[in-house]
């Protein structure tokens, strides 16, 4: 079984002006939306983190440079899209590499004007003038909070010469986020794209495990198909065989892989900001035991009764309830909980064993941004919008429990694309049957 990558595909040229444009139609006729770029971070004395651009920025910009400030002005005269960014410099260029500069801001990311970012105390605040409303993401940057409420200041002391300042500063979030939630066809084939290449490295992973190797190495083989796809993580991977499957968020993968040991494999791949999510959990030696293979089944069972309730005008919530169904049953069915399936469910004694939800949203970012419930009511599934369905069992030693279902973590993980028949599982290329399995890595 070998999955091959398709062509890559490419947002349509109006992708980024037709987002822009629904934000404006929804912004109050006097007001601005202010969208700073991510900043770079140190890692060390002189080196940086690789650059990752902020993923509102990106949305509406697909600027991917340092030190920018996007600014949207409904009806401006000078232009409804404007960019504030570093100018052209060669020795700059020299060290750390090319640079859009104003014009390009202009030409190829089609703002209406371009302004140096070194100016911006001084314009910015006069396209403020006047304005009642700023749209803008309080708390995600506090310093360059502090330099937005500093202009909106600057503003009040020209009262007497005629000068307004805002008056309402309205979170940015409840309209940027809501429109980010509902992917367009060309945000689907962008993370269609990444899935495949998650599934390819999956695939690599699986076949090259063996007992005796580390876990490093088989993260190894995973970041060797994402590079080599011209793609970056989407997240840290999880690598935890035997015992460190059983911690949700491990990521020191730096263990030696025991034979008669699961491996849970938690990564995905991004692909021009859009991610991908993938886990699968498969036995390092090619054969489930009996009881590895009862609680993968029953995870798996769970999973699919989750993806059968991901379709449109169904709640949020509907896939997790299933899940938390066929686990709690079974569960109940094998020993590991005493008493009935409603009890258990009322008291969610399932939780020593299931203790997250089944899934998220993705997008953008691996969690992806949109509220799960409105006006606390669980919000219904809409077409276009993409969460993974992830349910999993993990049993640690516990006196409660009979020690043959020790170190067992077990998490089944896919990207589910919500369509106007159910859904598309995005990640379906990627085997997760035990026969399946059994048979591919013993091939």
């Not at 600014?71 to 260029?93: N, S």
């Not at 986020?177 to 962008?190: D, I, T």
């Not at 989407?234 to 040991?261: M, P």
């Amino acid at each position: 079984m070998k999955t091959v990558l398709t062509t890559p595909p490419q947002f349509p040229k109006d992708e980024f002006s037709t987002r822009r444009t629904r934000l404006l139609d929804q912004m109050e006729r006097d007001s601005i939306a202010i969208i700073p770029s991510a900043a770079l971070k140190m890692r060390n004395r002189d080196a940086e983190f690789p650059f990752r651009q902020d993923s509102d920025f990106l949305y509406l910009t697909n600027f991917n440079e340092p030190n920018a400030i996007a600014v949207l002005i409904p009806e401006h005269e000078a232009g409804q899209f404007l960019l504030f960014c570093r100018e052209k410099d060669a020795k700059t260029e020299r060290w750390t590499g090319r640079m859009a500069g104003l014009e390009g801001a202009k030409t190829t990311y089609q703002a209406d004007n371009a302004f140096p970012i070194d100016e911006i105390d001084t314009i910015l605040p006069s396209l403020m003038e006047n304005r009642t409303t700023v749209y803008y993401s309080m708390g995600v940057n506090p310093s360059f909070d502090q330099q937005v409420m500093t202009w909106i200041s600057s503003l009040h002391s020209k009262i007497r010469k005629g000068i307004t300042a805002p008056h309402a500063l309205t979170a940015l979030d409840l309209i940027l986020h809501e429109m980010r939630l509902v992917k367009s066809e060309a945000e689907q084939s962008l993370m269609r794209y990444a899935a495949q290449t998650s599934v390819i490295a999956h695939q690599r992973a699986m076949k090259r495990c063996q007992a005796e190797a580390y876990e490093y190495q088989i993260e190894a083989e995973i970041l060797h198909e994402f590079r080599q796809a011209g793609m970056e993580v989407a997240y840290t991977s999880i690598v935890g065989g035997g015992e460190n499957g059983c911690i949700l968020h491990y990521i020191e993968n730096n263990q030696c892989l025991k034979a008669g040991d699961l491996l849970l494999i938690d990564a995905g791949a991004e692909y021009q900001g859009y991610a991908s999510d993938i886990t699968r959990t498969f036995p390092v030696s090619g054969k489930f035991s009996d009881p590895q293979r009862a609680l993968y089944q029953l995870v798996l069972d769970a999973q699919a009764a989750a993806i059968e309730q991901v379709k449109p005008n169904n709640t949020w919530i509907e896939p997790h309830e299933a899940a938390v169904k066929v686990l709690a049953q079974g569960l109940l069915d094998l020993g590991l909980l005493q008493g009935d399936l409603e009890t258990v469910l009322e008291e969610k004694t399932y939780t020593d064993f299931y203790m997250h939800n089944t899934g998220h949203w993705l997008g953008l970012d691996v969690h992806d941004v949109g509220r799960y419930k409105i006006n606390e009511t669980w919000r219904t599934l809409e077409v276009g919008m993409v969460l993974t369905v992830e349910p999993g069992l993990y049993i640690s030693p516990n006196d409660q429990v009979d020690p043959k279902w020790w170190n067992i973590g077990i998490r089944i993980e896919d990207d589910i694309l919500v369509t106007p028949d159910g859904n598309e599982v995005l990640t379906a290329a990627l085997l997760k049957e035990v026969d399946e399995i059994e048979a591919f890595m013993m091939s």
